[in-house]
C-alpha cells in the first residue's frame, strides 16, 4: 500500500460528459501528480501541484483542468469527453516538488463509450 | 524534456541477474535517474533512484555511466515477482518522464 487514494477505481461515461477524479496524497506529502496511461502512449505526465499551487503542466488538454485544496487532495476534471479519454489515471505524490521519489495510488480507469 | 531510450521487453531465467539498460542522452546536469516498476493491474511503485553515482538498495542496484547518458539497473536475482514493466524517469525539474519502458519477463 503506498498510502495515496484514488476514487473512483472505475468510471464509465459517454462521450461529451464530465467526470471528477480525486486523489489524496500520502500523508505529510505536498505535491500531487497526475498521469495519464494508455495502450500506445505509456505514462503520460498531465499536471503537478505543489502545496495547493501548479507547478508544472505537461501534455493537459484543454478540456482537463486540476487543483489540490487546502487539505492537499486533488481533483482533476475531465470534460468534453471523447473515446481517445479512455485510459488508466494515476496520481503520485512526493514530500518535495522535484527530485524526491513518487508514490502511485492503484489508478483509476475511465472507459468513455 | 530529457527522453528515454529502453527495450520493449527482455527475459531472463529465474535466479539469475538482470541488466535492464536506458539511455537518457538529453538529461540535464542536475535531474536524477529514477527507475520505476509496474506490476500488473498495479501503479508504478519506485525501485532507486541516483544522480552521479552508484546506488544500491533491497530491491536492486543502479549503475550510471561517467558522461550520465545511460544507466543500468540491476537485479541481481531476478525472481517471478520481478517480472513487470521497469521505467527509467529522468526528473527534469518538476517533471518525471516515463517513456514505454521495458516489459520484463522472468522464466521459471
Known amino acids: 500500500d503506498s498510502g495515496v487514494t484514488q476514487t473512483p477505481k472505475h468510471l464509465i461515461t459517454a462521450t461529451g460528459q464530465r467526470v471528477t477524479l480525486r486523489c489524496s496524497p500520502r500523508?505529510?506529502?505536498?505535491?500531487v501528480y497526475w498521469y495519464q496511461q494508455s495502450l500506445d502512449q505509456g505514462l503520460q505526465f498531465l499536471i503537478q501541484?505543489?502545496?495547493?499551487?501548479?507547478?508544472a503542466k505537461g501534455n493537459i488538454l484543454e478540456r482537463f483542468s486540476a487543483q489540490q485544496f487546502p487539505d492537499l487532495h486533488s481533483e482533476l476534471n475531465l470534460s468534453s469527453l471523447e473515446l481517445g479519454d479512455s485510459a488508466l489515471y494515476f496520481c503520485?505524490?512526493?514530500?518535495?516538488?522535484?527530485?524526491?521519489?513518487?508514490?502511485f495510488g492503484s489508478g483509476t480507469q475511465l472507459s468513455v463509450l | 524534456d530529457a527522453k528515454t531510450t529502453q527495450p520493449n521487453s527482455m527475459e531472463s531465467n529465474e535466479e539469475e541477474p538482470v541488466h535492464l539498460p536506458c539511455n537518457h542522452s538529453?538529461?540535464?546536469?542536475?535531474?536524477?535517474i529514477h527507475w520505476y516498476r509496474q506490476l500488473p493491474s498495479q501503479g508504478p511503485e519506485y525501485v532507486i533512484h541516483g544522480l552521479t553515482s552508484n546506488v544500491n538498495n533491497r530491491m536492486a542496484s543502479l549503475a550510471i555511466a561517467e558522461d550520465r547518458k545511460s544507466s543500468t539497473l540491476i537485479l541481481h536475482r531476478a525472481t517471478l515477482r520481478d517480472a513487470a514493466v521497469y521505467y527509467c524517469?529522468?526528473?527534469?525539474?518538476?517533471?518525471?518522464?516515463f517513456g514505454t519502458g521495458t516489459s520484463l519477463t522472468v522464466i521459471p
Open positions: 538529453t538529461i540535464s546536469g542536475t535531474d536524477y
Open positions: 500523508s505529510g506529502d505536498l505535491s
Open positions: 503520485a505524490s512526493s514530500s518535495s516538488f522535484g527530485g524526491e521519489k513518487l508514490f
Open positions: 524517469s529522468p526528473n527534469t525539474g518538476n517533471q518525471f518522464y
Open positions: 501541484y505543489y502545496n495547493g499551487e501548479e507547478r
